[in-house]
């Protein structure tokens, strides 16, 4: 497995809705990040807009193999990793 983006998946009151409605196959929307720094710079941003205020993100690690996992949550209104591990 090579290295790929980082990406974060979070669901949002409009996902849900479209979800339900069948307007579309997955409830949560993904974006994909150039590098983990811009990803980290929006995970505040991404948090906010989160119907939960929870986020997964999914990236590889330099000299790793396999997919890191990381739960990030807004504890005390600051991004927060509350879970993290190899997948």
């Not at 993904?30 to 906010?48: D, E, F, H, M």
């Not at 999914?58 to 790793?64: A, D």
Request: charged residues 25%.
């Amino acid at each position: 497995m090579s290295n790929f983006k980082p990406q974060v998946s979070f669901a949002t009151e409009d996902s849900i809705r479209q979800y339900y409605n069948n307007q579309r196959k997955s409830r949560n929307n993904v974006n994909v990040y150039p590098t983990y720094a811009k990803l980290k710079a929006s995970i505040g941003a991404v948090l906010r807009a989160s119907h939960d205020e929870c986020a997964f993100v999914v990236r590889s690690r330099r000299g790793e193999w396999g997919e890191w996992f990381e739960h990030w949550q807004l504890v005390n209104g600051k991004p927060t990793i509350v879970k993290e591990g190899w997948s």
